[in-house]
């Protein structure tokens, strides 16, 4: 499986141990369409407990600061192989991404802590349907 080059780069720079590349295709209109996270086998292993895909539609009212982010909208982001858990922390805050280190970063598990919260508390509702 080609690896697509910014990928490929973030891999060599790391050297992680890699699963491989899900190639994914959202449907912005499917109420369970799920974007994928960009893990390493390490992660997994070591972090069973994190997510490792998050429902679009949280996501996609945070458009404009995944531009702003990453130059790319998210459904882009999904079929280049998904963003790092702090990746999308930041866009879902409307902030722009903080590198470790720097003032208001946060750490990996912080970041997946949120996010698991926030897919927990999700109920994707069927357009039409009422609960």
């Given at each position: ?11 060599q720079?790391?050297?992680?141990e ?6 994914v ?9 799920l974007?994928p ?8 292993r ?10 679009y ?6 458009q404009?600061?995944?531009?702003v ?18 990746e999308?922390?930041?866009i ?36 039409g349907?009422?609960?």
């Amino acid at each position: 499986m080609k690896i697509p080059h910014n990928h490929a780069r973030a891999l060599q720079k790391y050297r992680w141990e890699t699963i491989p590349l899900q190639i994914v295709k959202i449907d912005q209109n499917a109420h369970d369409a799920l974007m994928p996270f960009l893990l390493s086998e390490r992660d997994v292993r070591e972090h069973p407990d994190w997510p490792q895909w998050f429902p679009y539609k949280l996501a996609e009212p945070h458009q404009r600061q995944a531009m702003v982010n990453h130059g790319q909208t998210l459904r882009r982001l999904a079929e280049r192989g998904g963003l790092g858990h702090r990746e999308l922390y930041h866009i879902l805050r409307d902030e722009r991404f903080r590198h470790t280190g720097h003032p208001g970063a946060v750490s990996d598990e912080v970041a997946a802590l949120y996010l698991q919260e926030l897919i927990e508390g999700y109920e994707p509702s069927i357009e039409g349907h009422q609960p």
